[in-house]
C-alpha cells in the first residue's frame, strides 16, 4: 500500500530557530518557509530524497498541535506515506475499521494534496497519515 514516506511533520517551539539549527549544523537550506494563517502554524520544508521534513511551529498553543506541543514537547507529530489513489485506500482503511475524521476521511493539506489521517486510537496510538502521491 505504502510507496514511500511522503512527509513526517515535526513540531518545534520555533520554526526561524530550526532553519539555523539545520544551516548551521547540516549545511541545509528549507525549499520552503511559510506561515499558514488559517492552519495557524508555520512550516519549514526540507526535501530529503522523496520525503519533505516539515518542522512546524504551532501559532495557536490552545490548538491541537499547540497542546500536542505542549503535552509531548518537540518530535514527530505524524508520518505521511505516499499512496496511489487516495481516496480508495481511505475506503480500505475505514472499511477495516479504522476511525478516519474529516469528509469521508480525506482533507486537503496546506501545500495542496489530499491526505486522510487515521485516528490515533484506532492505530495502536500512532498518527498515521496517508497521502497523495
Known sequence: MFNFVHHVRILVHNADDMVKYMEDNFGMEPV??????????????????????????????????????????????????????????????????????????????AEGYMTANIDPASALGFPFQIAEG
Not at 53 to 64: C, G, H, I
Open 32 to 109: 520552503k518557509v511559510q506561515v499558514y494563517e488559517k492552519r495557524g502554524m508555520k512550516n519549514a520544508i526540507y526535501q530529503v530524497g522523496q520525503t519533505n521534513l516539515e518542522f512546524t511551529e504551532p501559532l495557536d498553543s490552545a490548538s491541537k498541535m499547540g497542546q500536542f506541543l505542549y503535552r509531548e514537547g518537540p518530535g514527530v507529530y505524524h508520518i505521511a506515506f505516499g499512496v496511489d489513489n487516495i481516496v480508495q485506500a481511505a475506503r480500505d482503511l475505514a472499511a477495516k475499521g479504522n476511525q478516519m475524521p474529516g469528509q469521508d476521511g480525506l482533507s486537503q493539506s
